[in-house]
């Protein structure tokens, strides 16, 4: 990904990119919030790895259907729909905000294709960056604030849980667990059962058909934890169906 892309490639909830300069921003500041409209109408978040502990205790922990698959945080069964995140932001004060998500409107971004060195970016129509009265400046004159110190470290610690979710996947891809996944839910007094499809998941089957050197491979490596925490969350999904469609 790089700041120079169009507005159609940039990640979920980014408008625009520009990188963060002292000689144009040196008036900036930064707000904290406690709603997050950046979240609102999507139903589904990017995880890392080192957050599947915390977050299968709020969301279903599942895997997109694209060719790299990325584990995602399932907040609503459609797309538009976000069962935590009301429509100004608000959300559930008890659960768990992906880092993804927190570390908006802030973001490392390649500023050329092909550069190994990530700059800090911001996207410019968030209203949490501008320059206004309140906040945390960006800038100690020229220099980086000690805000903008702390963006930046946590910016670099996402990254490298993102690289070690890579990794991850990369090892469930490797050993074939990954499978197209489905939702049954059949609710006292509906004719028919909702089906939910689109995403994918692994299931015990899978697992049990690996050797027992592979399955003691991912014990020792971590994986097989990771693997369990997910399949576990898939208990939520009946939390989320329940909000869900209940009546106005």
């Not at 700041?3 to 963060?20: G, I, R, V």
């Not at 500023?111 to 800038?139: K, M, Y």
Request: with cysteine; net charge negative; proline share 6%.
């Amino acid at each position: 990904m790089t700041a120079t892309q169009d507005n159609q490639t940039l990640p979920l909830f980014y408008k625009e990119l520009t990188p963060l300069n002292s000689g144009v921003h040196q008036a900036w500041r930064t707000r904290t919030t406690d709603k997050a409209s950046w979240m609102a109408n999507q139903h589904a978040v990017p995880l890392t790895t080192e957050e599947f502990a915390k977050a299968q205790r709020s969301f279903p922990i599942i895997f997109s259907s694209a060719d790299a698959p990325v584990p995602l945080a399932l907040m609503g069964l459609n797309e538009g729909a976000n069962v935590y995140v009301a429509d100004d932001g608000a959300f559930n004060a008890e659960m768990y905000i992906p880092a993804y998500a927190r570390r908006y409107p802030f973001l490392l971004a390649r500023l050329e294709p092909g550069e190994d060195t990530l700059s800090l970016c911001v996207d410019p129509t968030s209203d949490l960056v501008g320059a206004f009265d309140d906040g945390e400046p960006l800038f100690d004159g020229v220099e980086p604030s000690e805000r903008c110190k702390s963006i930046l470290n946590f910016c670099e610690q996402f990254e490298v849980a993102a690289l070690q979710t890579t990794a991850f996947v990369d090892l469930l891809v490797k050993h074939d667990l990954l499978t197209e996944g489905e939702f049954t839910i059949q609710r006292e007094g509906d004719q028919q059962p909702s089906v939910y499809r689109g995403f994918k998941m692994v299931t015990d089957e899978k697992l049990s058909a690996l050797p027992a050197k592979t399955l003691a491979a991912l014990n020792q490596s971590g994986a097989l934890r990771l693997i369990h925490l997910h399949q576990v969350s898939l208990g939520v999904v009946s939390d989320i169906f329940t909000l869900q469609t209940k009546p106005v």
